[in-house]
């Protein structure tokens, strides 16, 4: 874009065209900060969002298998494998229940602290709030529709010509 301030006189339509561009520019500028934060943000959670999903899945689908082999296991390794006894079956199986909850539990613990880092996109937010504190002062002028601020431009300028013949 040509410098504003570079002493050369610009004509009304000129000088709204740019206004217009650059309003536009600024537009799609935040609007792309606004997309890639989001992207990230996005990206943050999802990974959390599987974490905890595969918090579920563990404590549901694998939890019978995972629990009878750790209560044989527990059992065989107590000794009631070769007949000395060793501790119950079933306290055996709530042993084997607990550590699969504090698997669980571990996998959720991850899966909240990557949910914690997902934050609001402050840099959007920012300059949101700039260009919303700058739009107030901006008047636009009504048009019908279908008609181009070039064409809003020209015919202010003919009745401005007019009115001062």
């Not at 650059?22 to 959390?48: F, T």
């Not at 494998?81 to 571990?106: R, T, W, Y």
């Not at 739009?135 to 070039?150: C, D, F, I, S, Y």
């Amino acid at each position: 874009m040509s410098d504003p301030f570079d002493g050369t006189e610009r004509s009304l339509g000129q000088l709204v065209a740019s206004a217009t561009a650059e309003m536009s520019a600024l537009v799609h500028d935040e609007i792309a900060l606004a997309k890639a934060e989001l992207r990230q943000d996005v990206k943050r959670g999802g990974i959390g969002a599987i974490l905890g999903i595969g918090a579920v899945v563990v404590l549901l689908f694998s939890l019978p298998m995972l629990s009878f082999a750790l209560a044989y296991g527990i059992n065989a390794w107590t000794g009631g494998h070769n007949g000395e006894g060793g501790l119950n079956l079933a306290v055996c199986f709530v042993l084997s229940f607990l550590f699969n909850v504090l698997v669980a539990v571990l996998l959720g613990l991850i899966a909240r602290a990557q949910l914690k880092k997902v934050k609001p996109p402050k840099k959007s937010i920012a300059s949101a709030k700039e260009t919303a504190a700058i739009l107030p002062n901006a008047k636009p002028h009504p048009r019908p529709e279908g008609v181009t601020a070039a064409e809003v431009t020209m015919a202010k300028a003919e009745s401005v010509a007019r009115s001062s013949v």
